[in-house]
């Protein structure tokens, strides 16, 4: 490694490569042995796809289409650009808010994401550790790899229970109750993949990797990459065990918006709904109940769209007018990623794959790093810019360019 190193160091220095930043930037970020070394999330992204049976990678790493969507999500932030306040005391920020009741240290909440165990033996476990020392808010995915009751333990304090609504309302129920006792505080229910996508890419990733996978999980696809959402469920699934998955589907093409009605019916947990990109949904979602709006196209994997979700956020809050809280995920890799999301009103945000990489790469140790990093680079955005608190990054703090850079 040592040598490598040296090598890449050479490399970097070289005039050949003066006028390439990117690529001294690439060679940079392929050489981390531990988290602390890590300088942005970007460096665990290389990390993890070192670590990472191709299969697995793929399964994380792409979306659907040509990725037009994904690509998107990083892209949209290139529209808005920070407008600095000076001679501002930012001797002392503060980044905590409070949702539902619960004080959280930072705005950057852990995205539900599926089959963690693929990428750590600790999977969500890791994650939840994670999330306790820094104070984050944690949402567990339907799909998750270890028990609801073992990831609240590690967590020990409130996390969300993310919903998939299958096709049966029986079980849904169950999968609700379950969370409830177990102490999740609220319920995150996706609704942008009634039935299925094309995740081609992926596809192509699991055809390259030669290994046996039915010594893991039963199939090369079902259990773990899941491709066909809106398909099949598997009761090897945690919180689908002892059921009969037989026929059931993960989600359902004839939900309408009386499933919201009939969720609240049945749990007490607060009910946000994850995968709005529109005004005309926001507004239907308060008027339907519920608490909680996340913006999400569910990282470029669900429908092609070809928007960033950065770029639907302001319709969205416009409609929702301070009732309920608004969260966005999809692409945040930066803190002025996330100074940008809360400037145009959203009240905090997620993040899916760069704590996996930090997972992958590194366990508990990988995420922590991922929040720190994020959380640095927002303070940094927040001083540079004059905003003391969360509720002084407004409107004015940034400037809508109206076109990707
Ligand atoms: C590997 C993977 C698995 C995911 N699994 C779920 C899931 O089970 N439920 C869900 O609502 N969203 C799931 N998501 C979407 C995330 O919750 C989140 O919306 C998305 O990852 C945010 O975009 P980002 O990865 O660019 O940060 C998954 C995302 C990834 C990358």
């Known amino acids: 490694m040592g040598n490598r190193r040296a090598f890449l160091r050479f490399i970097a220095s070289s005039p050949l490569l003066a006028g390439i930043p990117s690529a001294v930037n690439a060679l940079a970020q392929s050489d981390i042995d ?4 890590a300088l942005d999330v970007f ?19 792409t979306g659907v289409d040509g990725e037009e969507t994904l690509n998107a999500n990083r892209e949209g932030f ?21 949702l539902f009741g619960t004080k959280l240290n930072s705005p950057i909440a852990l995205c539900p994401v599926g089959s963690q165990r693929a990428f750590h033996n600790e999977g969500e476990v890791a994650a939840a550790r994670a999330a306790q020392s820094k104070g984050n808010l944690q949402i567990l995915s339907t799909q998750t790899s270890i028990a609801v009751e073992d990831v609240v333990r590690a967590r020990g304090g409130p996390i969300w229970y993310q919903l998939y609504t299958t096709s049966d309302f029986d079980i849904t129920t169950k999968l609700v ?8 505080t609220a319920t995150a229910v996706t609704v942008d993949l009634p039935a299925g996508r094309n995740t081609s890419t992926m596809m192509r990733f699991q055809r390259a990797d030669t290994r046996a996978c039915g010594s893991c999980h039963s199939d090369a ?3 773990l990459a899941n491709p066909r959402v809106g ?35 049945v749990t007490k947990m607060k009910v946000v709904i994850k995968g709005l990109e529109t005004r005309e949904d926001a507004a239907l979602a308060v008027e339907h109940g519920a608490d909680g709006i996340i913006v999400s196209n569910h990282g470029g994997r669900a429908t092609e769209t070809g928007r960033g979700t950065i770029e639907c ?11 309920i809280p608004v969260i966005v995920d999809g692409g ?74």
């Open 313 to 323: 956020v302001s319709e969205v809050v416009q409609a929702v007018r301070g009732r």
């Open 78 to 98: 290139t529209r808005y650009q920070l407008r600095p306040r000076r001679f501002v005391d930012v001797s002392r920020i503060d980044m905590s808010l409070e």
């Open 177 to 184: 109750k379950r969370a409830e006792a177990a102490g999740c």
């Open 332 to 405: 945040f890799r930066r803190g002025t990623d996330v100074y940008k999301a809360l400037a145009l009103g959203a009240t905090a945000v997620g993040i899916g794959r760069p704590y996996i990489w930090g997972l992958s790469a590194f366990g508990q140790a990988g995420v922590e790093r991922v929040i720190d990093i994020l959380n640095n680079e927002l303070r940094l955005a927040m001083v540079g810019c004059g905003a003391r608190s969360l509720k002084e990054i407004t409107s004015a703090s940034i400037i809508d360019t109206g076109r990707r850079a």
């Open 221 to 223: 696809t079902g259990n």
């Open 43 to 61: 460096d665990f992204e290389v990390a993890a796809k070192k670590v990472l049976p191709p299969a697995h990678w793929g399964y994380m790493a």
């Open 34 to 37: 531990k988290a602390a070394d």
């Open 231 to 265: 398909g099949g469920v598997s009761n090897t699934k945690p919180m689908f065990a002892g059921m009969n998955t037989q026929g059931l589907g993960l989600t359902s093409p004839s939900l309408t918006w009386d499933f919201i009605k009939r969720l609240k019916g």
